[in-house]
């Protein structure tokens, strides 16, 4: 048969179907694949050139991209080191197709970011396999990724050796801007990167913590490794770093982000509480009264499914990790 058509995609409307984007420029290995895959259950959408792979990565965000590493124009390598440059696109998992099995050419995938290869000719059956296990690994970051999103937390993961952020939450990105304006979303400050190689050694084995002075406040860092279940990182330096920063606007942010079925005067009051205040301190702060905070109050306790200020505050200690 021949390949699908490569038109523009504005919206994917895949349902629950994994969506898997195969690059290549061979009409004959695109039409086995995209069968193979179909048969599978999966959506398929194809490219046969970079620039078209890079579009339809962009708009509509595959689950995972099954690329040829050799094509003419801009090959699978750029391709690839693009796609990881994006933030909108760095997390989706990358597959090589390959019939250059030297160990040259393999460091080169991996160091453009891909996560496994397959060889030419291809076997439909080894990659479905290899498919369906990176697909499964990334649905697990992913829930993780969407939970420390959902809870307001401030946690990036970064390459070790060039200082790339590989992925952030909302509130880091955030944070960091708001600390390091002159610096691209995509890179780790220079202060941030030079602790975090300094203490690379000590954090296999324990997480170090350092107090950061900027010139807007004070930053917390935490670093973690991201491996195996030693605890060793991934093989290409990957580190979890957490940042907190104790200031009233970044518990707000984080406020906002833990609790949007809040208002922003009812985030304000439950701040308030959760620092220990009365009804008659939060009205002196807010310039409002306390008849006006204790109706405040009772929509708080109403949209967090609780009855007191205590349980209030105890819902937002557990779900912000405070």
């Known amino acids: 048969m021949s390949p699908p058509s490569e038109s523009p995609t504005d919206l994917l409307d895949a349902g629950d179907a994994d969506v898997v984007l195969v690059v290549d420029d061979v009409p004959d290995n695109l039409a086995v694949l995209h069968d193979a895959l179909d048969e599978s259950g999966y959506t398929v959408l194809v490219a046969t050139h970079g620039e078209a792979a890079l579009e339809r990565a962009r708009q509509a965000r595959p689950h995972l991209v099954l690329l040829d590493a050799v094509m003419p124009g801009m090959d699978g390598f750029e391709v690839a080191r693009r796609l990881k440059a994006d933030p909108a696109t760095a997390a ?117 913590t350092r107090q950061l002075q900027t010139p807007r406040g004070r930053l917390t860092l935490a670093l973690h490794p991201m491996g195996e279940d030693d605890g060793t990182p991934g093989t290409d330096g990957e580190w979890l770093l957490v940042l907190r920063e104790a200031s009233e606007a970044a518990l707000m942010l984080a406020l906002a982000q833990a609790f949007p079925q809040l208002t922003a005067r009812e985030r304000e009051v439950l701040y308030w509480v959760v620092q220990g205040k009365t009804n008659r301190d939060i009205g002196d702060i807010l310039g409002t009264s306390p008849r006006t905070v204790h109706k405040h109050l009772e929509h708080v306790f109403e949209k967090l499914g609780v009855e007191t200020r205590t349980a209030a505050a105890g819902v937002v200690m557990a779900r912000m990790g405070r």
């Open 92 to 208: 989706i998992p990358i597959v090589f197709m390959t019939g250059l099995t030297d160990a040259e050419h393999v460091v080169q995938a991996f160091a453009a970011g891909g996560i496994d290869y397959v060889t030419k000719p291809l076997r439909p059956r080894e990659v479905l396999a290899r498919i369906a296990a990176h697909l499964r690994a990334a649905r697990a970051q992913a829930q993780a990724r969407n939970a420390l999103d959902a809870f307001g937390h401030a946690t990036l993961v970064l390459r070790q050796r060039d200082g790339r952020r590989l992925w952030q939450t909302a509130l880091a990105r955030q944070l960091l801007r708001e600390h390091f304006p002159e610096v691209p979303d995509e890179q780790l400050p220079a202060p941030l990167l030079t602790w975090v190689q300094e203490v690379v050694p000590e954090a296999a084995t324990s997480a170090p």
